[in-house]
């Protein structure tokens, strides 16, 4: 026999506590028929287990609601659809043009992504005779492990507040490891695919990779040193990050600049998509990817820029510290949280209505030239700022 | 092709049939096919003016990730292969639209013998007429597309057969003869002498005469301004060698193959020209020779001037003659492995175009065309293990790729290093010389046209000006001033394009936007001149179709001010980007010394730092009474070209202003009286009179070739005549594309791989223009 209650007090003890819930419950309950049945639904009960009580906690019990919830998978699907449709709608915006509308009129065309989506769904998958048939169609799948893990450690919560699937001493090494992963698989894919525009893309791949890949570890290690821990529940509350004046961003400008470089490097973005650049390449490494497996690596990238958009929210903008909104009690976090991961990311991808493309050669100057540089200083000024704090206090 | 709706049928199986009918229709990514000149529509149909990603089209992709296919335009039997190619690489279900007149029937190349019929190849969902198709009805065929992925049967036109009452009304109409040589045997001379006053040419007849010791069989002033030497096959490549280095023709501008039959000869000519003498700037020298059609054998004089390359090659596809020392030849450089031989040669006949209808006989209208049927353009061997026997890698690019329009050229690239580039052109040689000679002399102005649908006025205006020329007519004021307004607007709208493609190729979509947004502003003067957006059609013998009213020129004045405004922001969007400057600058560059070696023209010879503008140098029309300067640069690298090319916008609006201030003042006739004859009533309207007066044009006898500065740079054209004829016997076009081919390979070697496309956008290269 399991132990029902005890069970249930410890989802109900470690759950999001969302007042608003409370307010709406008894609001329904005031209404004559309304409120009996509602009543009737949460008392209802079988094995002396409420039925909707424990779904409706078991949904709210943190380790369930960071995973699936927020920061986790509802909010990256949701990101998914909506963040390409933004990025269409706000560069045509900044190229004097409308971008998709027609599908959906009324709500300026947001369907947009899902009639893509299906589209690739429903279209034929080619394997081309050249291609070395496994690992084509496997590389993009497993793809997904390095881009979904991270959501583990992400942390969308505030000082005192973790909303964090895993809590670890390491969760940042692990995240970086992770991200450091992503680049293989593309390789990969575009070894498999075996055609002379994915062969550079992947070359040119791997050399992004290396430029890139040192001075974000560095800018991640300056901030690590700076507050004192690389656990993603206390990252937060390092320098009591609930004041703007303690962001990362503000404490050390450079670690975050070098980290929104690296960023647009290793999501391929302009300008620096040099691996994927389509009047060059012909999006190299999946030049011969067709129907859903191309419209994975298509959101793929977007997937990579999500995980990396929400470490540079935590360590740099006070992860989802703002001002509270009433009622919402922790869920504010999490929304807060996801307003300005959604900020950096289009941030990021509206680069590409400002910037054409660097060379590669440039880019790698970039990377190994003025980024380490800066990365390096990053590291020592967090020092400074580590050491001058702890004069001051 | 079976069942030509398969794709349709497979969208309606299934229970989720709805949900995939739904998806199709709103995401029909059309994949880079361009093909030919309706492709500049289509960069207006995507672009900020129409944006036809409203419908959930978007232009993204090759292939393999897109569904839909839009044919522009002619697909020429080299384009044809890569057509079916790419057909089958694209994952089920797909589908195809046709836009333009030549992806029907031809258009107005039907009787070409390069071009083939979309709907042959690929099944065709549906055809969107006209030449060029405006965006609107473009995107009307992605709609009607839509309209019929989800079962909505809409037929927008129907057909119906009209008896057409051509011979009660003949009389009435003056239908003009249809073109044709009347003599079987007539005279061709291509040193007619002419009595012109111009006292240089006689100085400059008499230097030749005592350079040329020997080596020639007569020296004859041919015009004002060129002077032809004939000579011996034998002492061809001395006099060319005497020419360039006792007498400084450094460049050749044309070379020309003119077939005989019936005297069973060819008659081999060269032009030269220079660019280091001011003097000389303005003159053309032909030096010709004539040889047997009989294993027609000629030296080679590319190893005097390296630019006649590609022209020898092309020359030996069409006539079979073979130029000894240049290493391609018995190879196809242009023309497609099945194509028919030597099609330039007279015995080889196309479909005649024909006005009249004899009662019983059938017209020629639907040419029956073989579609080709093997599937390979094979790239020249030779290449290829070379460059395998060494640690390079082969890349061919296009002609299906996101950043190379209709050309191949095929790399070899050594690290990041390219060490060879073998362009491959003629993906949209739609054969305009050998239609050109089946046509009347008027027909060919909207045929010339086509060659850059994006500078239309500039290529019209060169053609028009060589049949002046020939008949010495002089254009009465307004009318020129018009003109000049009309060709630097032209020229205005060819530099937008070429820097929207340029910032394209960097990825930089936001300047290829605002690059067609101001061309779309120069377009409505055009339409509201013309009703055509881009094929006016405008310039004809003599001066304009119709006079431009006072509110149009208004128009235009107040265009030059907005387009102002615009370009700052695409400059300081694109031009003073940083990224932009760091890819363009010191890349691909074209030494002074090497432009002229390449013959290279326009502003691309300028951007190197040769100051010759046909616009100075020999003026026409009114550039010589309006106040402007030319641009040159000394850089020679992509930034120079790209910067240059602004610089010559910003001296256009000004000639454009300057030419709307002083036209408004000139009042008078638009059409000189030496064409219209007694037709005088339309001075200020052709309209009405159009065939009275042009229809039955024919030059005097001869060659005549005039030098016109289109946008990309100096176009050229040479049409002999018999003097009977109301069709050219042989017409001769120097496309500015053409001439900067060999410059642009030459600044692509030795640079990065991606930097091939920062050269590609800054030398504007316009495939139709290149292929003819
Ligand atoms: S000639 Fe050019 S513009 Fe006309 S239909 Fe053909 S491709 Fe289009």
Redesign the pocket.
């Known amino acids: 026999m399991i132990d029902i209650s005890g069970l249930i007090s410890t989802i109900m003890n470690n759950s999001v506590n969302i007042p608003l819930l409370y307010v709406i419950y008894e609001f329904l309950l005031k209404i004559p028929v309304l409120g009996g049945i509602v009543a009737f639904l949460l008392d209802f009960s079988i094995l002396g287990m409420p039925v909707v009580k424990s779904i409706i906690g078991f949904v709210l019990w943190k380790p369930f609601f960071t995973l699936i919830i927020i920061p986790g998978f509802a909010t990256l699907g949701t990101m998914l659809l909506v963040l390409p449709w933004l990025e269409r709608k706000l560069v045509g915006r900044m190229q004097w043009r409308v971008g998709p509308r027609e599908i959906e009129p009324y709500t300026r065309g947001s369907i947009q992504l899902l009639a893509d989506t299906f589209r690739f769904l429903f279209q034929e998958v080619i394997i081309h005779k050249d291609a070395h048939k496994h690992y084509f169609l496997q590389f993009p799948f497993l793809y997904f492990i390095p881009v979904l893990l991270p959501l583990l450690f992400i942390n969308a919560g505030a000082a005192g507040h973790p909303l964090v699937p895993i809590q670890t001493d390491y969760a940042l090494q692990i995240m970086i490891a992770l991200v450091s992963l992503m680049p293989v698989f593309i390789i990969g894919a575009a070894w498999a695919a075996n055609n002379r525009f994915s062969f550079i893309g992947a070359v040119r791949e791997a050399f992004m990779y290396f430029a890139y890949e040192i001075p974000f570890i560095i800018a991640v290690l300056a901030m690590i040193v700076l507050y004192g821990t690389s656990n993603t529940a206390e990252v937060i509350s390092g320098v009591n990050q609930s004041s703007w004046l303690n962001w990362g961003i503000i404490l050390n400008p450079f670690a975050a600049l070098t980290f929104f470089i690296a960023m647009a490097m290793a999501t391929s973005r302009l300008p620096f998509d040099i691996p994927e650049a389509d009047q060059e390449v012909a999006f190299g490494p999946f030049v011969e990817y067709t129907g859903i497996v191309f419209g994975l690596a298509y959101i793929m990238a977007y997937e990579k820029a999500y995980v990396l958009a929400a470490i540079m929210t935590m360590l740099f903008f006070g992860g989802g510290s703002g001002p509270v909104i009433p009622y919402l009690g922790e869920l504010s976090y999490g929304i807060w949280f996801v307003v300005k991961t959604l900020i950096i990311l289009l941030v990021l991808v509206n680069l590409r209505g400002v910037y054409p493309r660097y060379r590669i050669d440039q880019a790698l100057s970039i990377g190994w030239g003025a980024m380490l540089t800066l990365a390096l200083f990053a590291l020592v000024w967090s020092v400074v700022v580590v050491v001058v704090i702890g004069v001051i206090i | 092709m079976e069942n030509p709706n398969e794709h349709i049928d497979f969208l309606e199986s299934g229970p989720l049939a709805p949900l995939k009918k739904w998806s199709a229709k709103w995401s029909l990514w059309p994949c880079h096919f361009i093909t030919?000149?309706?492709g500049v529509?289509l960069a207006h149909a995507f672009a900020c003016g129409y944006d036809g990603e409203r419908l959930g089209t978007l232009n993204l992709g090759i292939s393999r990730q897109s569904n839909f296919i839009i044919i522009?335009?002619?697909i020429t039997r080299k384009m044809a292969r890569a057509l079916k190619f790419v057909y089958g690489q694209m994952p089920d279900p797909k589908f195809v639209n046709v836009?333009?007149?030549?992806?029907e029937r031809g258009?107005?190349?039907w009787n070409s013998y390069n071009i083939t019929h979309p709907s042959d190849i690929v099944p065709v969902d549906f055809f969107i007429p006209?030449?060029?198709?405006t965006p609107e009805s473009l995107l009307r065929g992605v709609r009607a597309l839509q309209d019929k992925i989800m079962g909505v049967d809409k037929k927008t036109i129907e057909f119906k057969k009209v008896e057409l009452p051509f011979e009660e009304k003949l009389e009435e109409r003056m239908v003009p003869t249809s073109p044709k040589i009347y003599a079987p045997t007539p005279e061709i001379k291509v040193d007619v002498k002419r009595v012109v006053d111009w006292d240089f040419g006689k100085e400059l007849e008499h230097t030749l005469r005592k350079e040329l010791k020997g080596l020639f069989e007569s020296i004859t002033i041919t015009g004002t301004n060129t002077i032809a030497i004939r000579t011996t096959p034998e002492s061809l490549m001395e006099v060319a060698r005497k020419l360039k280095g006792q007498m400084n023709f450094d460049h050749v501008k044309s070379v020309n193959v003119i077939e005989v039959p019936h005297e069973r000869k060819y008659i081999v000519e060269y032009m030269a020209s220079s660019y280091s003498v001011e003097e000389l700037m303005p003159v053309l020298i032909t030096i010709f020779t004539e040889i047997g059609i009989k294993n027609p054998k000629i030296q080679s004089l590319m190893s005097v001037w390296e630019g006649a390359n590609y022209s020898e090659r092309e020359l030996h596809e069409f006539f079979g003659v073979w130029f000894e020392g240049n290493d391609w030849m018995g190879k196809k450089f242009l023309l497609a492995p099945d194509t028919p031989d030597l099609p330039l040669r007279k015995e080889f006949k196309i479909p005649e175009d024909r006005y009249v209808f004899e009662k019983d006989v059938e017209p020629e209208f639907m040419v029956p065309i073989e579609p080709p049927k093997d599937l390979y353009t094979p790239i020249w061997e030779e290449f290829i293990e070379e460059a395998y026997d060494s640690d390079e890698i082969v890349v061919p690019i296009g002609p299906h790729h996101p950043g190379s329009g209709h050309l191949r050229v095929t790399f070899r690239i050594k690290g990041d290093r390219i060490v060879d580039a073998l362009p491959e052109p003629g993906f949209v040689h739609r054969s305009m010389e050998k239609l050109a000679e089946n046509k009347l002399y008027i027909q060919n102005i909207p045929l010339f046209e086509?060659l850059a649908?994006n500078d239309p006025v500039n290529m019209n205006l060169a053609y028009v000006r060589t049949v002046e020329n020939a008949l010495g007519i002089e254009v009465p004021e307004r009318a020129q001033y018009l003109r000049t307004i009309l060709a630097e607007l032209s020229r205005i709208e060819a530099f937008y394009y070429d820097a929207g493609i340029f910032s394209l190729f960097f990825g930089h979509t936001t300047g290829f936007m605002y690059c067609m947004a101001i061309r779309e502003m120069i377009i409505e003067p055009l339409m509201h001149i013309s009703g055509s957006r881009?094929?006016p059609s405008f310039i004809v013998p003599g001066g304009l179709r119709r006079d431009i009213s006072d509110d149009v020129l208004g128009m235009i004045d107040n265009i030059t001010f907005a387009i102002h405004k615009r370009a700052k922001k695409f400059e300081s969007i694109f031009v003073t980007n940083p990224v932009t400057i760091a890819r363009a600058k010191g890349v691909g560059v074209l030494a002074k010394e090497d432009a002229i070696r390449c013959g290279m023209v326009g502003p691309f010879l300028r951007a190197s730092g040769v100051n010759y503008d046909v616009r100075k140098v020999a003026p026409y029309e009114a550039y010589d009474k309006l106040d402007w300067e030319v641009t040159t640069g000394d850089d020679g690298d992509c930034l120079g070209r790209f910067l240059g090319r602004l610089e010559e916008i910003r001296e256009s609006v000004k000639i454009v202003k300057q030419g709307v201030d002083v036209v408004k003042g000139i009042k008078g006739p638009i059409l000189s009286e030496d064409i219209l004859g007694e037709y005088k009533e339309a001075s200020s309207d052709i309209k009405g009179n159009f065939f009275r007066v042009f229809g039955n044009i024919v030059l005097p006898k001869g060659e005549w070739t005039t030098i016109t500065e289109a946008a990309r740079g100096t176009t050229l054209f040479t049409i002999n005549s018999d003097g009977e004829s109301n069709v050219p016997y042989r017409v001769r076009v120097m496309s500015p594309c053409w001439m900067n081919l060999k410059g642009f390979m030459e600044a692509v070697k030795g640079e990065r791989y991606a930097d091939f496309w920062a050269v590609y956008g800054s030398f504007g290269y316009f495939p139709?223009e290149a292929d003819r």
Do not use: H
Not at chain 2, 99 to 103: K, L, W
Not at chain 2, 130 to 133: A, E, L, Q, R
């Open positions: 030919s000149c309706c529509e522009e335009g002619t836009i333009g007149a030549c992806g258009g107005i190349f006209g030449c060029p198709v086509r649908i881009c094929g139709p």
